[in-house]
């Protein structure tokens, strides 16, 4: 199992910035892929950015150029550095880790989520 914790989240007028954090703990082994999601009222969720055990990253494309996904040394925390926010940043953010077992067995886990909202 593995646990993720955000934090980060608020309120900040358009044009400002935030950095989300996500922690990871438990069994955080062989996690190949850390992500975050985020979901508006009324839509899907959807992919933010996500950042393989190799450093590659990869942006949805509403964000790129604003957005940046990290990993922290310990490699168990993942950050979204936000800038610029816009109005329709606004949503809940999610978590999201990857984890490949020996067996090849997948499992994926989410974070509790951290709202963030931008005001006009």
């Known amino acids: 199992q593995v646990q993720l914790v955000e934090s980060g989240g608020g309120l900040v007028q358009a044009g400002g910035s935030l950095r989300l954090s996500c922690a990871a703990s438990?069994?955080?082994?062989?996690?190949?892929?850390m992500a975050w999601y985020r979901q508006a009222p009324g839509k899907q969720r959807e992919l933010v950015a996500q950042?393989?055990?190799?450093?590659?990253?990869n942006y949805a494309d509403s964000v790129k150029g604003r957005f940046t996904i990290s990993r922290g040394n310990a490699k168990n925390t993942v950050y979204l550095q936000m800038n610029s926010l816009k109005p329709e940043d606004t949503a809940v953010y999610y978590c999201n880790v990857r984890q490949i077992l020996s067996d090849r067995t997948v499992y994926g886990y989410w974070g509790q989520g951290t709202q963030v909202t931008v005001s006009s």
């Open positions: 438990g069994n955080i082994f062989n996690i190949d892929l």
């Open positions: 950042i393989t055990s190799s450093d590659i990253t």
